[in-house]
């Protein structure tokens, strides 16, 4: 995925002219399978359940290198009329957290797709549908690949530089948020005296990610707030920056 940029680091690498703390991501771990724990996935999935709502289906990771992450994908309601993605399987194993931070140990991600999105099972053939699913999934994979986190307010480019997610998109940048869409309480799970936190996944432009690295996060987050951006996909949105 390129670099990692972060607000907060226990490593101390370089900064960005705006503050962001700039992590550049070397050799990647040795792999190894999982088969997923079972137990901690029949949490996530009733956790999914009492917030968001009964999973349509499931789209399985069939090789799981580091840990096993699958989308749970709930389809639109009326009380929200989006496709929900939810990962399980990042939470398997814990991050490279920081010391002083305990409840930044294990987390999971969501996306939200419009109403429209494709989401039969051919159709992930097809890279203009596919990429929200691969990208929830490579996010999911990457601190234990890395051996790094992923938290509030860090952001991951496609590649170094970034390239687009797909060929009929501009969006090339993630951005770790906060979940906005999914109501009250689902942002944390308590399974077992370990916490699980859901965090959205807000698709970012090159230049959005620029502007972080010159003025600073909080700035971004202003101007992404003030356009109403969570980790609903909104395609053709423009740039913030």
């Given at each position: ?54 999973p ?23 009380e ?23 409840d ?14 494709p ?19 490579t ?29 009929d ?25 370990r916490?699980v ?26 101007r ?18």
């Amino acid at each position: 995925m390129g670099f990692l940029d972060r607000f907060r680091s226990h490593d101390e690498p370089e900064r960005s002219p705006g503050g962001s703390y700039i992590e550049r991501h070397g050799q990647a771990a040795e792999p190894s399978l999982s088969g997923g724990d079972g137990e901690l996935i029949e949490a996530v999935v009733a956790h999914i359940e009492a917030h968001v709502g009964d999973p349509a289906w499931v789209f399985h990771q069939l090789v799981s290198p580091y840990v096993h992450v699958d989308i749970h994908v709930v389809a639109p309601t009326e009380e929200r009329p989006w496709t929900t993605l939810v990962t399980s399987g990042m939470s398997e194993r814990p991050m490279n957290f920081p010391p002083e931070l305990q409840d930044a140990a294990r987390a999971e991600l969501v996306m939200a797709l419009p109403p429209n999105w494709p989401t039969e099972r051919e159709r992930m053939r097809e890279e203009s549908i596919y990429w929200p699913f691969r990208l929830l999934q490579t996010l999911a994979t990457l601190p234990h690949q890395y051996d790094t986190w992923l938290w509030l307010g860090h952001t991951v480019p496609n590649g170094d530089p970034p390239e687009p997610y797909a060929p009929d998109t501009g969006l090339c940048c993630a951005l770790i948020g906060p979940a906005m869409l999914a109501g009250e309480g689902f942002q944390r799970l308590e399974h077992r005296g370990r916490t699980v936190t859901f965090f959205g996944v807000y698709p970012l432009y090159a230049d959005e990610v620029d502007f972080k690295l010159e003025r600073g996060g909080d700035e971004l987050d202003e101007r992404l707030e003030a356009a109403d951006v969570t980790e609903l996909l909104q395609p053709e949105r423009p740039s913030v920056a």
